[in-house]
């Protein structure tokens, strides 16, 4: 499978990563040349096989659900690029 | 010889004998970091809280009982999440990232005195063969080849973490492997590093790449090092729903060096085509010292071999992808400067596009790619099927009675900084090919020096072992280094 121009335009826009126009074919053909090895996978034979879901068979920890931290509203937002009265500021979302 | 060289079981016994102060340990490993900005392994150095940690060290080294690692300096990759000191994953995008809070595993080598000499150079996020995908430039190899002052990759991606402690800038410091991060870099600087089974060590607070694949653990001067530190690092950890509450061992004492009647597999599908003989001839000789040993060496088969690598790269960067979508320019790191009228995704794709590097958008693109609606079952579930594949290889000769399996750590020695450039990324990705197994299967796998190629640069084999048979898997590797005997040293030029 080959990725054309207006797939990896889509690949990118899924991505949120902005990728200038002129850009674009050298990175189809880049991608395409990872998915040609990625094909080499077509030749096993996986009839019957479940896909791997867990590393090691365990059971993942349960706990109760109640609240067991919290409380650290500055230091949540001390990395913030922006934040105000709380909260994280972001761009006008909704007009 | 100065403090700096000591490995951890040396100055672990000098400190607990009062015949070397931590703090004049810490300040043997701060000169030696300072005189050495040409490699390029230090990223943001901490000398101020390696004091403060030194003098506490010293404090409770002197009213006695202190744990192994009690005032022992360490390198930290740049990985780990440090409270209060930068913690950037080698990216632009974390520029200026300084967490609140404190990784577990840098948690608990606090809680054992351990000092923070400062963090280490990575590729960026972690993805990369040569530590050149780092925002910082690359982390240099102490090692040159003889006559030649080429400057050659650390490997990758811990190049930081491998350069400082095979230049003595630390005892030792912490990797992660989500690939053979730990391994390969090892191999190439003429250190050990294990990775440990999948869970053993908390990944709480380490920046996720991978998350089924990552896994961290030690780079140190010795085996004996590696099974002291990783006591350390091991443990079940609430915070992390993998990791396993399982006991850890007690690593140091497996360290026998008996491995009589113990089965050694040699798995006929790691004889690739195209590798050097001097890495065949290697092999083949550290075969024999297993054999010398008392250890029975059988032929193995491992089917799937060949699939890893791809399967890997449909895997890892599909959890990638997954896992860098919260970097977005809101909660922490950077955020693009707007242009009039752009709204949320504008900032998204400009924050984005400005904060990671290449390799990091490749894969983010590929691993979006394989997740997308209608490749999600021809890329991502083939692959995860043929991992099942893959582990059920080892299972299979791991209940025929293997106890670990010997194979090349790495397909090369070191290669030039800069080499690699004009390769595709898929050429890059075969250096990966011997580590990147143990990752998909989970298993505990590890580097140890065995050999210097006829250029004078170091060589390294990979033993794999058992799940969470750490305490074997080092003792068989105790069993490498002293047949091997490897004590070479980079010359210093730095």
Redesign the interface.
């Given at each position: 499978m080959s990725i054309d121009i207006d797939t990896a335009r889509k690949v990118a826009k899924l991505a949120r990563i902005r990728v200038e126009e002129e850009v674009l074919p050298a990175l189809a053909s880049e991608l395409s040349g990872i998915l040609t090895f990625m094909e080499q996978l077509n030749e096993v034979d996986v009839t019957g096989i479940e896909p791997m879901v867990s590393v090691t068979p365990m059971r993942l920890k349960r706990r109760q659900d109640v609240v067991t931290d919290g409380g650290m509203q500055d230091a949540v937002l001390k990395n913030a690029p922006l934040a105000r009265e709380g909260f994280f500021a972001v761009p006008k979302v909704v007009e | 010889m100065t403090a700096n060289t000591l490995t951890i079981a040396a100055a672990r016994d000098a400190l607990r004998k009062r015949e070397i102060s931590a703090v004049d340990l810490t300040m043997s490993c701060l000169t030696a970091i300072d005189a050495a900005d040409g490699l390029n392994a230090f990223v943001h150095k901490t000398p101020e809280i390696a004091l403060e940690q030194a003098r506490a060290a010293d404090a409770r080294l002197a009213s006695g009982g202190a744990p192994a690692m009690c005032g022992i300096p360490l390198g930290i990759k740049d990985l780990f999440a440090t409270k209060g000191v930068a913690t950037q994953a080698a990216s632009n995008i974390l520029k200026?990232?300084?967490?609140?809070?404190e990784s577990t595993v840098t948690t608990k080598l606090f809680e054992a005195g351990s000092v923070m000499l400062g963090k280490l150079n990575m590729d960026e996020f972690a993805m990369g063969s040569s530590n050149e995908s780092a925002c910082y430039g690359n982390a240099v190899n102490p090692w040159r080849a003889k006559g030649s002052n080429i400057q050659l990759t650390p490997g990758g991606s811990s190049g930081g973490s491998a350069a400082a402690v095979a230049a003595d800038l630390c005892l030792a410091a912490t990797g992660t492997d989500t690939g053979g991060s730990i391994r390969q870099p090892a191999a190439f600087t003429g250190i050990t590093g294990i990775k440990p089974?999948?869970?053993r060590v908390s990944r709480w607070g380490i920046v996720a790449f991978a998350s089924?694949l990552d896994q961290a653990g030690p780079m140190t001067k010795s085996v004996r090092d590696a099974a002291i530190f990783l006591q350390a690092m091991a443990g079940h950890d609430?915070k992390d729903?993998?990791s396993?509450?399982l006991a850890v061992p007690d690593f140091e004492a497996a360290l026998t060096g008996d491995i009589r009647g113990k089965v050694i597999g040699i798995p006929r599908e790691y004889r690739l085509d195209g590798i050097p003989a001097e890495i065949d001839a290697l092999w083949t000789r550290g075969i024999e010292m297993m054999r010398d040993a008392g250890a029975e060496v059988r032929d193995i088969s491992l089917p799937?071999t060949?699939?890893a690598?791809?399967?890997y790269?449909?895997i890892a960067p599909a959890e990638a992808?997954s896992n860098l979508?919260r970097y977005?320019?809101?909660?922490?790191?950077?955020?693009a400067k707007?242009a009039q009228g752009?709204?949320?995704?504008?900032?998204?794709?400009?924050t984005?596009?400005e904060g990671?590097g290449p390799e990091v958008?490749?894969r983010?693109?590929?691993g979006?790619?394989?997740l997308?609606a209608g490749f999600y079952d021809a890329?991502y579930?083939?692959?995860?099927?043929?991992?099942?594949?893959i582990?059920r290889d080892f299972e299979t000769v791991f209940a025929e009675g293997v106890d670990a399996i010997l194979t090349p750590a790495t397909p090369s020695s070191a290669f030039g900084l800069g080499a690699m450039s004009t390769a595709?990324?898929?050429e890059m990705?075969l250096n990966d090919v011997f580590t990147v197994t143990v990752n998909l299967a989970?298993l505990p796998g590890i580097a140890v020096p065995v050999g210097l190629d006829a250029q004078g640069l170091p060589l390294g084999l990979q033993l794999i072992g058992k799940?969470w048979d750490e305490a074997g898997l080092l003792n068989h590797a105790y069993v490498l280094e002293r047949a091997a005997g490897f004590v070479a040293k980079a010359e210093k030029w730095w």
């Open positions: - | 200026g990232f300084k967490p609140e809070y089974t999948y869970g089924s609430p729903s993998t396993a509450d799937h060949k699939y690598l791809p399967a790269y449909v992808s979508a977005d320019g809101v909660r922490y790191g950077h955020r707007l752009d709204g949320i995704t504008e900032m998204y794709e400009k984005r596009a990671f958008q490749r983010v693109m590929i979006t790619y394989v997308s890329y579930n083939r692959a995860r099927k043929v991992r099942a594949l582990k595709s990324p898929v990705y989970g799940p």
